[in-house]
Each structure stands twice: as C-alpha cells, then as structure tokens.
C-alpha cells in the first residue's frame, strides 16, 4: 500500500477544527475579524498555486515527483525549504546535459592547453622568446602578450600560472648565455640566471646583510661589495651570490612590500637559488675562498629548512677546505674575517647538537688580529622593505660583534670538547668551574657598545643574538650536572638556582628581540638557543613560569616559521618541544592546535632538523664522563672562585654555602 503524504499541521494555535468551523458559520465572508469563513476557506483551498519567479529546467527530485514548478535554488529550492524537506532537496544531472557539459570542458581545456603550448613554445623557439619575458616582467598581461605573439588567450588556472612562471625561469636560466668559467658570472648579464630582476636580487641581499651577516660574519662585506658591484670575481662570485639570494628568500616578507614583488613562492624561489648554487660549484674550486663561503651560507640555508642532516655536511666542507692554500691576491684581513666567521658558525652548529666541531683547532691565536676593526664597520638599519631605506641609520658595532662572537666560539669550543670528546679524562668540579668563570670573564669584558642590553638601549639584533647564544651556553654547561645523582642536595639546589637564572635572563632578552624586530628574522641557531633556555625552565622552574616558557616558546617557533617564507626547521622545532613538555607532564597551552598548526612531524623530519631524534642535551652521555668525586670539591672550588672575583666581598664569610650563593656578582643579567 502507497505511502501517504503526511499533512502539514495549522499554522493557527489554540484552537480546534471544529470550534474554528463553528466559528465561521456564522460569519459574513466580507467582513473582516479573527475568525475566518467556510467561504474564504473555500476560497482558499480552490486557490491556484503561486509559481515561483524563476523556473529551472533542471527540477529538483521534489518536485518532480510532484509534478510542481521549481525555482532551482541552492542548497534547497524555495518549495522544499517551505516545507522543511531541504534536506532532501536534490539536484540530478539530465545526462544528455552533463554530456553536452563534460563536451565544452574537454573543449576549453583543449584550447587553454593549445594556448599554453604556444607561450611555452614562444620561451624557447621561433624567435620570441626574449620579447615573452620581457613582457612578462614589465607586467604585461598574457592577453596583451598572445596577441602579439598571434596566440589565442585563454584564462589560466593557478596551476597553469604557475607553470609558466616556471617555464620563465627555464627558460632564462637555460638562454642566459655563456658563464665565466672562473666565476659563473654570465657574460653581459647578472650574477644569477634565476631572474632578471636586478631590483630583487640587490633586496635580497640587503637583507641578508641586514639579519644574517652582523652575527655570522662569512666574509668581509666591504672587499664582497666592491666585487659584486663591479662584477669582479675576486671576492665574488655567482654560486656566492645565488647562496646569499636564496637566504635572503628565508627572510624575506612580501606583506606592504610592492618595490620587489617574487615571481614566485619565496620557497621556490629559495629552492631555484639553491639549484643555482649547486650546480656552479665543482670539485675543482672547492678550495676557493668564494666557495667555501657559499658551502657555509648553504649551510644557514638548509638549516632554516629544516634540512639539517644536508646542512652539516656543508659546512665540514666549508671547514675542511679552510686549510687549503688560498688565493695569493687574497686580502690577509678578508681572508681573517672568513676563516673565524666560518669557525664560529662551525662551532655554534656543533654546541647545540652536541659533536665535536669538524675545525679543530682555532684560526689564527688571537680574533681578528689582522683586521683593521674601524675600517669595516657598515652603519644598521632596520631593513625589511624596498621602503625601508627611508629609516634612519645607526652604528652597527657588526665587526666588534662578530669578533666576540668568533671569541665565545672558541669557549664553547671548549665546552663541547669537555662533554663529548674528554679522550678518558673525567670531569671534575674544577673543569666545570674553570669552564664558567671563562664565560663570565668573556661577558665582562665585552665592549661598551655590546655589553648594554637593557630595554632603554634597544639593542641591535645581532647583538641581542650575542647575548642570548651567551646564556644559552651557560644552560648547556650546567644541566647535565642537575641529573647527576653524585650531588649533594644543596650543591644541587645552588647549581639549579644558576641555571634557572641564565636561563631567564637569556628568555627575557629573546623578549626583547620579538618585542624590538620579531622572531621572523632571528638567525635559525637561535631557534635552538631558545629551545635550550626555554627546555630548563619547563624541566626545573615551578608553575607558572615553565607553562610561561612553553607558551613563549611555541609562539616565537610559529613566528619564524612563517608560511610565508620563514625558517621550516621551526616546525619540526615546534614538535619535539610539544614532546618535551607532555614527558614533565607540565599542561600544554590552551591555544595548542592553532600554535602548532595542521602540519604533522615525524621523527625523520625532527633527525633531519636536529641530526638526531630531539634538540635536548644527552645528559647520560655527559655524566659517563664525569668524575665520581666531584661533589667532595664543589663547594671549596666554587669558593676559590668567588675569592679570586671578589675577595673583598667575601673575605668575611666562612660559609661555603654563602659561597655558593654570590651567584649574582659573577653574572649579572638584562635591566
């Protein structure tokens, strides 16, 4: 039996059907009232249908059954929704129309692909190659471009956009004519075949001399410049050149920025430099200064993508062939600033992955002996946009900066070889102690202009960077010892007092970075800096300050990773951290999911960022290496050191304990 269609309910309320009947009985249909007549209802109900406006061809399923009139709205015609059967609202395709539908699409795609042919085809033959591309860059429209070269246009799909934006790339890459075979550099043209856009590489590189060179000083940027302005190849070259572009994409922020707009994602673009840079270097001037530079940039570069297993064997390149005979017209202060910029950046990488440094042993016995320090000392500004030259200069303190830096290198050189490469000797209190007071020696005798980090001097970023890499070597010294059960609880407590200290300071001066220039463009070590600092809060500070450190270190990972461009190694930075927190169990911010965002990690991605499965320190391996008796020493050790600081402070006292706590006379933090 044929289901019946249900009938739908009065919208009147309150009243019955038969006492709404009796009601209009009685009642003049011509009159007005609450009540209504058996005439209007008649007339109601022998009322015709009110069509819809608007009728499609194509009714809904409703309505065919119905036989009714249907208006074609979406997601649910007018009839249905009045109904409350929207729900069921559906749209068949008559089949004789989705075939005359599929007909046109395969008909439109036939013409677009014949269009994009032909603009393909134009790059590489027939002779209007050269005019496509210089259409392309004055921005022309590929209308305006089809019809001169006699194509038909079509609208393109992003896919389609994006591939011919890469066949220009090919095309001036492969049609860019011969190269120096001493520089790469190609005859007539620019350093690089990638674009030619001089306006973008020449922002690039201002960038890069903006946020990376003030603290990982690769090579002199006075003796760089003139070369590359000149199209010398001395200290220049196009592999050099392409390395630099490509960091600079990592830094680069499209957002207000129309003087240098990229033809493409700054990550592709980065990748094109990078091919670019690979492909000129061969085996047979690995020795070249030059490249050894670039090894060392590439080095930065895959390290900010989170390719760190690739990045480390750049720069072993980069410092096993410092030891090759160099160019004889080399500047001895060129060749200088090289060699200790390449040492520290090999040194740095090397203390926050925990293996011993492929240099090993230092340049030359004194930092910058041959460098004439207020010769290369470029003014700062702080340079994001093409705009930005407008903004006023100030002194850059670049060169003192990466001298102390090449200094606290050669310390936490000492650290590293300490920890993991003791060669049998075990650690005693006097190793640890002596290793510390280097450090606070280092830091006192820092020079005016780097030494003031407080809010009111707005420090320069390389030299907040300065300060930070600083306690986060301090962290690093001290946590192994806070797992070594062969302390006393109140050396123990002391040593944790310090480490917490340093670790905060070193926080609070990350704070002024974000706070100062964001943590967009903080180099990528810095990223591991502050998982150091941030890793000892959450492990050993009370609430609220290690959910305040995850929190604070989840946001400044985000910051830089920027999908934008950015440093992808963050990512992976972001996870292993997560991890570390849900191991203290100490709760996750509430915000998790939007910090971390949908990218999902692994543990090969966090090995290919760490070079090994997390960022945290193998304490384990540390303390095999240390003395059983260290704690019998500490504290006499730890006094001499205060006596030989601060004699007249502490003659007076006796108690090893209060020794111990003097902590803030040694090492004193950001104002």
Known sequence: MAAYRSIRPSKQSGESASGSASQSAGSDPNTGGSGESSGAAGAAGGKKRKAPKSVTQNACTNCKKARAKCDGQRPACSRCSSRDQGESCVYELHVKTAKEQMVREIRDLKEKNTWIEQILAALVSNGHGTEVASRLRRGESYRTIAHAIGAEAADLSPTSELRLSEALMDYEMDSAGERDSGTGLIHGRDWTAVTSNES???????????WVHPIHMIFSENHFMASYGTKANLYCSAALVNAICAMGCHVYDPEGDEGTELEMDPKILGERFMDEARSLIRPEIHHRMSTIQTFAIMFMVDLASGKGSRASTYIRLAAENLNTRMEAQYSTEALEISKWGIYALNVGWSGVTYQVPSISRMPSKQVFSNVRMDMHDPL??????????????????????????AKLSILIHDTVNTFYDSQG??????????????YITWKEALPEEL???SVKAQALPHVLSLH??????????FRPLLSLGLMS????RHILEIALENAQYGVDILKMYREFYTCRYQPALQNFSLLHLCDLLVRYAPAPT?????????????????????????????????????????????????????AKYGSDDILDACTRHTYAQPVDQVIQNVCPSIDENFSEEWRKLIENRHPQQTRASTDTGRYMQINSLLNEGPN
């Not at 973008?200 to 903006?210: G, Q, R, W």
């Open 200 to 210: 973008l590489v020449d922002h690039l590189v201002a960038l890069y001399f903006t």
């Open 380 to 405: 700062w500004r702080f340079y994001r946009r093409t705009g930005d030259f407008s903004i006023p200069e100030r002194a850059s303190s670049a060169m003192q900066s990466a001298a102390e830096y």
């Open 546 to 598: 290690n959910t305040q450190a995850i929190q604070f270190c989840l946001e400044v990972l985000k910051e830089a990773a920027d999908d934008r461009g950015g440093f992808a190694v963050c990512g992976p930075l972001q996870e292993t951290f997560r991890q570390t927190a849900v191991q203290c169990k100490v709760p996750l911010p509430y915000n998790i999911s939007e910090l971390m965002g949908d």
């Open 425 to 438: 000797h075990k650690l005693t209190a006097k190793d640890i102690l002596q290793q510390y007071q280097n």
């Open 489 to 492: 609880e109140r050396t123990r």
């Open 451 to 453: 030494a003031d980090v």
């Open 468 to 477: 930070i890499h600083y306690y986060a070597a301090l962290v690093i010294l």
